[in-house]
């Protein structure tokens, strides 16, 4: 069964970094591509990148280009979202979620149970 | 364009059809995708390549594909199916998602 387990709940202050985790099972970690999506409260989808854990390759979407830095990490099945100096508006839910090879990656076939991220001074 | 577009909501009584529809420039070219986010939970694919159901999606949902249109339809909608619904497709930066639809059961 594929599985995609993300790290808890986090609170933290502006300026302060973070990283979250999302650690991948019941599949070849290196044969699909992962994307992370970021959900404000009462808001939509926003898709803001994407890796290949097979060679780390990373695109971002154009609002999060520089914002944060997504990474993996094929030795522990995980892949990772973080940001250098958090804004109260990242502020958000973060849900990691497989690109599946039957759509030829272009659709997001599991998902992880979200990570909550609260910046609050 | 890069947008794909979705009605803010839809309602509709228990028994009754939904409609959702999404609009936008790539889906002439790229395949949509639906997918269901209850309150508090995770989002589901229930549709991939505009018209295929996903593993575990009830037969009462289908969808279709008319250009840069494509339509979710929920024939006898049930309770459980209130829900938020968002459509994707892929663009030239990346993924692309509509803004999403809540859908009422009345």
């Known amino acids: 069964e594929v599985q995609l387990v993300q790290s808890g709940a986090e609170l933290k202050k502006p300026g302060e970094s973070l990283r979250i985790s999302c650690e991948a099972s019941?599949?070849?970690?290196?044969?699909?591509?992962i994307s992370w999506v970021r959900q404000k409260p009462g808001k939509g989808l926003e898709w803001m990148g994407t890796?290949?854990?097979?060679?780390?390759?990373?695109k971002y979407g154009p609002s999060f280009q520089g914002r944060v830095t997504i990474s993996s990490d094929e030795s522990r099945s995980t892949v990772y979202l973080q940001w250098s100096s958090l804004q109260a508006s990242d502020s958000a839910t973060y849900y990691c979620?497989?690109?599946?090879?039957?759509?030829?990656?272009?659709?997001?076939?599991?998902w992880g149970q979200g990570t909550l991220v609260t910046v609050s001074s | 364009s890069s947008e794909l577009t979705q009605p803010p909501s839809v309602s509709v009584s228990p028994g009754q059809t939904a409609n959702i529809t999404c609009t936008g420039d790539?889906?002439?070219?790229?395949?949509a995708y639906w997918y269901r986010q209850r309150p508090g939970q995770a989002p589901v694919m229930v549709i991939y390549?505009?018209?295929e159901r996903a593993s575990g999606t009830p037969v009462r949902f289908s969808a279709s594909n008319s250009g840069t249109s494509v339509t979710l339809t929920i024939n006898g909608v049930q309770a459980e199916d209130e829900a938020d619904y968002y459509c994707?497709?892929?663009?030239?930066?990346?993924?692309?998602f509509g803004g999403g639809t809540k859908l009422t059961v009345l």
């Open positions: 979620a497989r690109q599946g090879t039957d759509c030829g990656g272009e659709c997001l076939d599991h």
């Open positions: 019941g599949y070849t970690f290196t044969s699909d591509w």
């Open positions: 890796t290949d854990p097979s060679d780390s390759y990373v």
């Open positions: 790539a889906l002439s070219r790229r395949y």
């Open positions: 390549k505009d018209t």
């Open positions: 994707q497709s892929a663009g030239s930066d990346g993924t692309l």
